[in-house]
């Protein structure tokens, strides 16, 4: 059998690389996109590809190019990426412009929904026993609205994306497809916002493509605990 194949979308130096770095340990082919990707294997074996997410329409040759490089299609997806937009006028959380709201939602939320179309289309031709996997890396914001205007666009979208992954997760089900929504917190429940830790996210990512456990897909995790609802 083939390798199994993770693609991260949005991968930077924090979750992304620790993510990437576990994959790879644990057998996986890795690709990885972002805006800084070269089109081509780098010095770890990866391939490394070049998107925008703020065009949901360059999503599809991701799924095509990674499969042209490994020769099986991904059946872990990683969406990673976010964007934020601070308000011009501080005392105004409005002043955002709507293009900004629009091209941040692209980020957060209409990207990571059309690779969810093309990760179901790619695991509808995948055999039955191997295991399929959408994680988005959330945070606080889908539960919490938080008083700071700079959080706006995020919340937005994490919100948004949070309904459609709780959707996909449900019905999907039955064809054993898991959608989860990743939100790591501090122990008391606190988000983690600059604390947060790449290593955590990978090793608790790790866990979850196992579809061991009875992790919902508002799959809220700690460092050295791994899901804990709150
Ligand atoms: N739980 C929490 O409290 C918490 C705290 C902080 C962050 N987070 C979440 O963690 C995730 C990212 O964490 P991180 O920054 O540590 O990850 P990372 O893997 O270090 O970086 C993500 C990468 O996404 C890429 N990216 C951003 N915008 C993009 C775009 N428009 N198109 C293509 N690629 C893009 C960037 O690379 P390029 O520059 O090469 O495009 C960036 O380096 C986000 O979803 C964020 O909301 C959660």
Known sequence: MSSPVVLILGAGPRVGAS???????DGYKVALASRKG???????????????????????ALFD???AEFKATPNVVIYNAAALTPP?????????GA?????DLNVNTVSPYAAAQQAV??????????KKTFIYTGNILNKVVLPVPLMQNLGIGKSASAYW???????????GYRFFYADERHEDGKI????????????????????????PWNATFVKGKGYVQF
């Not at 011009?88 to 955002?96: E, K, M, N």
């Not at 293009?99 to 091209?103: D, E, L, P």
């Not at 289309?121 to 191997?130: F, H, Q, S």
């Not at 992954?165 to 064809?175: P, Q, S, V």
């Open 19 to 25: 993510v990437a770095d576990k994959f790879a340990t």
């Open 38 to 60: 070269t089109g081509s294997l780098n010095e770890q074996g990866y391939l490394s590809l070049k998107a925008d997410f703020t065009n949901p329409e360059s999503i599809p």
């Open 65 to 67: 190019a990674a499969k």
């Open 88 to 96: 011009p006028d501080q005392g105004s959380v409005l002043s955002i």
């Open 99 to 103: 293009s900004s709201v629009a091209s």
């Open 121 to 130: 289309a790619a695991w509808d031709t995948l055999p039955g026993e191997i």
């Open 165 to 175: 992954i709780g959707l996909a997760d449900t019905l999907y089900a039955a064809k």
């Open 192 to 215: 983690k916002a600059a604390q947060l830790d790449g290593p955590t996210h990978a090793e608790f990512y790790a866990e979850l493509v196992k579809h061991e456990g009875k992790v």
